[in-house]
């Protein structure tokens, strides 16, 4: 019996050709993708835009200027003690021994009024004292001074027998017309009591504290007028306690 052996059929024949084309076509196709990806990350940089450095600026300072100001002109003014020439002689005591007292530097001032109402403007210096524990017998006490302008500069002491030549811790003074009768009353505060002088005219003054009720210890007086009533009053400081 004779085999007969049959012509190997034609796919088997060509499956390894196939199999060579498509190994190569995969391997040219990968190549052309790592290409492209080359290609394209290449053209990416190339065409990526760059990130700027920061530009540095050197800004030039200078020194502050102060503006100028406009000079003021300082106006030709001069002064000349004439304290004694035309006749004061007032000193100020304060009482001071050493243990610095409070009233011991608030103590003291001057009023300028027409005391005598002959149209020159008179001088009033209030004046402290000693501390009555310090006073010794037979000293002389000080005391409110009252000056007399006669009316071209000259001044006169005319305390005495004034009735205001009165020994106080003085601390300051108000001037005014408290009963309308044409005469400067005057008003004196001062530790221990506040006084009130009226005026009687022809250079007398007489106390009228306790008729008008200023008593009460002070340091300044402040005098207020009642234009609707034509009246006076005194409200006095308190810098004491």
């Known amino acids: 019996m004779t085999n007969l052996q049959l012509p190997p059929s034609e796919p088997d024949e060509l499956a390894p050709l196939d199999d060579a084309v498509i190994g190569r076509a995969f391997r040219w196709s990968f190549i052309a993708f790592v290409t492209l990806v080359i290609a394209g990350v290449g053209l990416y940089l190339a065409l990526k835009p760059?990130?700027?450095t920061a530009?540095?600026?050197?800004?030039?300072?200078?020194?502050?200027?102060?503006?100028?100001?406009?000079?003021?002109?300082?106006?030709?003014?001069?002064?000349?003690?004439?304290?004694?020439?035309?006749?004061i002689t007032f000193v100020h005591q304060n009482g001071a021994y050493g243990d610095k007292l409070l009233?011991?530097?608030?103590?003291?001032?001057?009023?300028?009024?027409?005391?005598?109402?002959?149209?020159?403007?008179?001088?009033?210096?209030?004046?402290?004292?000693f501390w009555p524990w310090k006073v010794n017998p037979g000293d002389l006490l000080p005391t409110l001074t009252l000056y007399h302008n006669d009316g071209h500069g000259q001044f006169t002491d005319v305390t005495a027998g004034s009735g205001l030549d009165v020994s106080l811790y003085g601390?300051?003074?108000?001037?005014?017309?408290?009963?309308?009768?044409?005469?400067?009353?005057?008003?004196?505060?001062?530790?221990?009591?506040?006084?009130?002088?009226?005026?009687?005219?022809?250079?007398?003054?007489?106390?009228?504290?306790?008729?008008?009720?200023?008593g009460g210890a002070t340091s300044g007086p402040v005098v207020h007028h009642r234009a609707a009533r034509g009246e006076l009053t005194c409200a006095p400081g308190n810098d004491l306690g």
Do not use: C, W
């Open 171 to 214: 601390m300051g003074a108000a001037v005014g017309d408290y009963d309308n009768d044409g005469h400067a009353d005057v008003f004196i505060t001062a530790v221990g009591g506040n006084r009130l002088f009226h005026n009687e005219g022809g250079g007398r003054f007489q106390e009228a504290t306790a008729e008008a009720g200023g």
């Open 50 to 52: 760059r990130a700027r």
């Open 55 to 87: 530009e540095t600026r050197l800004t030039q300072l200078s020194a502050p200027t102060v503006p100028q100001k406009p000079v003021a002109e300082v106006p030709a003014a001069k002064f000349t003690d004439v304290t004694s020439a035309i006749g």
């Open 103 to 129: 009233p011991e530097t608030m103590g003291g001032g001057v009023a300028f009024f027409d005391f005598d109402n002959d149209g020159a403007p008179d001088l009033l210096f209030v004046n402290s004292t």
